[in-house]
């Protein structure tokens, strides 16, 4: 089984999505391991603000059939096939990292290079993994979160998944 770090958002009716998408991923993948939801603002472009998170999973799927079952997913939770990069999102899941892979592997840049560019990537996976080495940058999560420096706020929001509270605004 492979350890592998995915980033989850929505800025359309965030959580419904964001709940039909660990739904999906738990159904598919077993038990998860969640980070706390954030809210940010768009980037890229002008719309409504995201909820975004960080899971692990454990899967046997080689990459170009996790990245497969994960965009089929998007779409069945109307994502529009070809849609714009930085556009309003239903459903928007990215594999961050999938073990210390590094390269391009069937089209996914592993790791993702958002981690190390995006708060709303960054500050929830070293919440999750604080520890965990970065494959490229070799530093832990936590340490690049206590060094990023960038003009994107994040901050933690109430949350709640299967009757449990995952996330709270004031931790």
């Known amino acids: 089984m492979t350890l592998v770090y995915l980033n989850v958002g929505s800025n359309t009716a965030r959580t419904d999505h ?7 991923l ?15 603002e768009a980037l890229g472009f002008s719309g409504d603000r995201f909820y975004n998170l960080a899971v692990a999973v454990y899967t046997d799927m080689p ?27 239903n459903l928007d899941i990215d594999i961050l ?21 995006n708060a709303h990537v960054l500050g929830p996976l070293a919440e999750l993994v604080p520890t965990a080495l970065h494959p490229v940058a070799g530093l832990c999560y936590a340490q690049l979160w206590a060094d990023y ?19 709270s605004a004031e931790t």
Not at 26 to 40: D, K, M, N
Not at 149 to 167: C, M, P, T
């Open 18 to 24: 964001i709940c039909a998408g660990l739904d999906a």
């Open 26 to 40: 738990q159904a598919q993948f077993g038990a998860l391991e969640l980070s706390s939801v954030y809210e940010s």
């Open 63 to 89: 990459v170009v059939e996790l990245a497969s079952w994960l965009r089929q997913l998007e779409y069945s939770k109307g994502r529009e096939p070809g849609a714009e990069r930085f556009s309003p999102r």
């Open 97 to 117: 990292c999938y073990a210390d892979k590094v390269g391009c592997i069937a089209g996914v840049e592993l790791p993702r290079p958002e981690i190390l560019e």
């Open 149 to 167: 420096a960038s003009r994107q706020n994040v901050w933690r929001v109430d949350f709640e998944w299967q009757d449990r509270q995952i996330s």
